[in-house]
């Protein structure tokens, strides 16, 4: 399933990170690559706020789309 219908508090492995290339590449960059755990802190409009590698990182609902978990 997509990062995005992840609910707050949720834990999960990253399976996969689609997308374009430079999409690809941006999240990449921010830690999300396949088999990192990545937990939701919160929900907001759609958009979220996760922490992945000890780090807060927010996340548009577009982007949270490409991330499959």
Request: proline share 1%; hydrophobic share 45%.
């Amino acid at each position: 399933m997509p990062l995005s219908m992840a609910e707050a508090g949720q834990e999960l492995y990253i399976k996969k990170v689609g997308g374009n290339e430079d999409s690809r590449h941006f999240l990449e960059s921010l830690g999300f690559v396949a088999g990192s755990m990545v937990k939701v802190i919160s929900v907001i409009g759609g958009n979220m706020i996760v922490q992945i590698k000890e780090s807060r990182v927010a996340v548009s609902r577009e982007m949270a789309n490409k991330i499959i978990v």
